[in-house]
């Protein structure tokens, strides 16, 4: 019994470990996500998708070794262990959760990557509608025509 509790710890540690590595791969994914959205320079969507893939592979790794560890967690009396068993089931749907979380962001970051190119082509758009903007204003010919005549009439009036 006090073997079964200190493996559920140790479990219960893993995925807290687990966890925040999760949410630091969510931090990293808004910060490539503004990175796509503000430079230029951006890294290649084969880029930014291998560099998930080692992060979240991983993480995979470790919820599937989780699972495994608590899946061998072995059963005792039921009546002795049932404190045990309801942990023993908390753990298990939190690591199911985290497992259908670190998919999400798997989603999320595919979803992004495919969406990247209308990202920059929207913001190549944006920039070339404000620098035509910014063009210089053209004359208007007749005006033009008009102060030429004047100066003209002036030159003349000189000579």
Do not use: Y
Request: net charge negative.
């Amino acid at each position: 019994l006090s073997n079964i509790s200190e493996e559920m710890e140790i479990a219960r540690g893993a995925m807290e470990n687990t966890q925040n590595q999760v949410n630091e791969v969510q931090h990293q994914l808004g910060i490539v996500r503004e990175a796509a959205v503000n430079s230029s320079g951006n890294p290649s969507g084969a880029d930014l998708n291998q560099q998930l893939q080692a992060t979240l592979g991983p993480l995979q790794a470790q919820v599937g070794q989780l699972e495994g560890k608590i899946n061998a967690l072995p059963l005792i009396d039921p009546i002795v262990t049932q404190g045990q068993g309801e942990q023993l089931q908390g753990l298990q749907t939190q690591l199911h959760d985290l497992s259908t979380r670190l998919d999400n962001v798997a989603t999320q970051f595919s979803s992004e990557m495919a969406n990247l190119p209308n990202v920059v082509e929207e913001k190549v758009q944006t920039h070339v509608s404000t620098i035509r903007d910014q063009a210089v204003p053209q004359v208007d010919e007749s005006d033009k025509r008009e102060k030429i005549s004047e100066l003209d009439s002036l030159l003349a009036d000189l000579s």
